[in-house]
């Protein structure tokens, strides 16, 4: 360490990374005075290491945070340092960084103890009344690291959130958790943060990548949708992986609910494996139900206000948005519209008819359409095996979940036959039924809340069977009673029609034939009206409209119409109508204005009547 091109004396400016094995006895260096005590004075040579200068030592008066040269008397075996003051008129600087060999956050585990370097991207940047907490991504995984100015000051303001850093500290376990104790954090150049940029992106691509499984069942048409799957499954393991937040909306139905717990289930499982905060999960993941199935302004509205907040508050990246069993249709472009504001991205996983404008918004879209299926291919199916390429190991939990979703919505497909058989052993369709209903009824009093824990009880994730069992005993109970009372109430106020093309309507004015504000709301009492008449009317078309003041909820059998067009067509046809709506081809609703529902009414029985009745 001696300068053999000048004479002048070395002054060793010693850097933040260093530590007491970079000091030598002899050496001069720069110190700044940190306190006094009646045998002399402390003073700091970086921020880890300090010594002492004897009183006797001392040459002259300083206070506290003044600049002072000291020479290393000696280094003691317990790691004190004594410190002499020098005073030197002309001497060179030399600056010196600890050589610290980049480690990657995958073996941080082995270096309890140890000064590490990591480079990576900032993924968060949270403020705490204590220190500035990093959270770092490099390709191998996610660490926070902790660094202290004083209390609730952002320390190292220069770095912000998605830049590439290397950052130098000691690895310590805090409240049973690995985090790095900073000692120096440097932005990258651009040149440099490039190459660890385009590294990370590499190993993140490759490490983002699906397994390849099988299909749980047989299925030609979910088969076809396999690389959108994969698609979407990489997508979701990225965003994990690079402490991205996800929100998931689903639809507030069995299958909507099944769906969006099988990728929950995928999605809290990775962020586990993947480091980070013990609570990573809660504010990492958001689940969250839509009332209509679509994504509404009001849906758009919340996420985008917590998002924005969160991303003040906690330094967090714009969220990863995921649609199930809705996100398909026109009714979710307004909201499209406005979240493409904020540059935030969108997945969608639906079985709803799809509209040609919507995949302009959307980094996948995984729906049945697409390949030549349609909405018998249920949300909770296409979930559940999304849920399998994110986290192949939940597969046990969420097997019987498309089962489920299958028997919830009513599905006439094939699929939904394959998916009973194969949790047969386990559980019955009238015990799939059980479920469903258990679901519906208590996500109604759950209303815009996710109750995540009571769901996993109500669906059997959380192993605890017997109460599984009591819990959907009890739900179904308080169903069935609510849905007979319901039906007494209005069953006797259905008014029957023969349409030209002979399926039998039956028409229902649920606003003032049924009760309010309660289970079973209007969409599902018109359902149940459906089932009825259906059983009462064994094989003959048959299709039910519930209606309100201003809207109006449609079930068909045996009459193939195609809802989302017949809506589009009647918004051209009735000028003042203010029509909306959409849904299946046979299950859907249509919004009106009050004003005018005799005359919308009139119009969708017209059309019905020329629907084609299947033979």
Not at 152 to 165: D, H, M, S, T, W
């Amino acid at each position: 360490m001696q300068n053999t091109e000048t004479n002048d004396v070395l002054v060793y400016r010693l850097g933040a990374g260093c530590d007491l094995a970079d000091i030598e006895e002899g050496n001069t260096y720069q110190g700044k005075v940190q306190g006094f005590a009646t045998f002399g004075m402390f003073v700091q040579i970086n921020d880890r290491i300090k010594g002492l200068v004897h009183k006797s030592n001392m040459k002259s008066e300083h206070k506290e945070k003044d600049a002072v040269l000291v020479r290393v008397r000696q280094v003691r075996p317990n790691g004190n340092i004594d410190l002499e003051e020098v005073q030197i008129q002309v001497y060179q600087i030399q600056s010196v960084e600890r050589k610290s060999t980049t480690v990657r956050i995958a073996d941080l585990s082995g270096k309890v103890g140890k000064t590490v370097a990591v480079e990576g991207e900032i993924a968060q940047v949270k403020q705490t009344s204590g220190p500035t907490i990093f959270t770092i991504v490099d390709e191998t995984g996610t660490q926070n690291a902790a660094a202290f100015v004083e209390a609730g000051v952002r320390a190292y303001p220069e770095a912000e959130l998605g830049n590439i850093i290397r950052i130098i500290g000691e690895v310590m376990m805090r409240n049973n958790q690995l985090q790095i104790e900073v000692d120096a954090l440097t932005v990258l150049s651009e040149e440099d943060a490039v190459a660890v940029r385009v590294r990370i992106e590499k190993a993140l691509d490759a490490r983002a990548e699906p397994e390849e499984i099988p299909l749980l069942v047989k299925s030609e048409v979910m088969e076809r949708l396999r690389p959108e799957m994969r698609k979407v499954a990489k997508l979701i393991r990225k965003a994990v992986f690079t402490s991205q937040p996800i929100i998931l909306r689903h639809h507030a139905d069995a299958d909507g609910i099944c769906s969006a717990v099988a990728i929950e289930q995928a999605v809290v499982s990775l962020i586990r494996e993947s480091g980070g905060d013990f609570d990573a999960e809660y504010f990492l993941f958001k689940r969250a139900p839509s009332k209509a199935p679509f994504y509404e302004i009001e849906d758009i509205t919340r996420d985008l206000d917590f998002s924005l907040k969160d991303h003040v508050r906690f330094g967090q990246k714009i969220p990863l948005v995921i649609l199930t069993d809705n996100g398909s249709t026109e009714e979710d472009e307004p909201s499209y519209k406005i979240a493409s504001v904020y540059e935030i991205p969108f997945i969608v996983v639906d079985h709803h008819h799809p509209d040609a404008t919507i995949d302009k918004y959307l980094l996948a879209h995984v729906n049945p359409y697409h390949v030549g299926g349609d909405f018998g291919i249920t949300a909770g199916m296409l979930g559940t095996e999304v849920a399998r390429l994110i986290n192949p190991t939940v597969e046990p939990l969420i097997r019987h979940l498309p089962a489920v979703a299958g028997v919830g919505d009513r599905s006439e497909a094939p699929e939904r036959a394959l998916f009973l058989s194969l949790v047969r052993d386990q559980y019955s369709e009238e015990a799939c039924k059980d479920i469903a209903l258990a679901l519906d009824y208590e996500q109604f009093w759950l209303r815009f809340n996710d109750g995540r824990e009571i769901v996993k009880d109500i669906l059997n994730i959380t192993g605890n069977t017997e109460r599984h069992r009591k819990l959907v005993s009890l739900l179904v109970e308080g169903a069935n009673t609510m849905i007979e009372d319901q039906m007494n109430a209005s069953m006797p106020h259905v008014v029957p029609r023969v349409l030209k093309n002979e399926a039998n309507l039956f028409l229902l004015d649920v606003e003032i034939h049924a009760h309010k504000f309660t289970f079973p709301p209007p969409g599902k009492t018109s359902g149940e009206v459906h089932d009825r008449l259906c059983r009462q009317n064994a094989g003959k078309p048959v299709v039910t409209i519930g209606f309100g003041p201003d809207f109006a909820v449609l079930r068909s059998r045996g009459v193939l119409m195609n809802i989302p067009r017949m809506v589009r067509e009647l918004r051209n046809e009735i000028p003042g109508g203010g029509i909306s709506g959409g849904g299946h081809l046979v299950v859907g609703s249509i919004k009106f204005v009050e004003g005018m529902r005799d005359v919308v009414l009139e119009a969708l029985i017209a059309k019905i009547a020329d629907a084609e009745i299947q033979r």
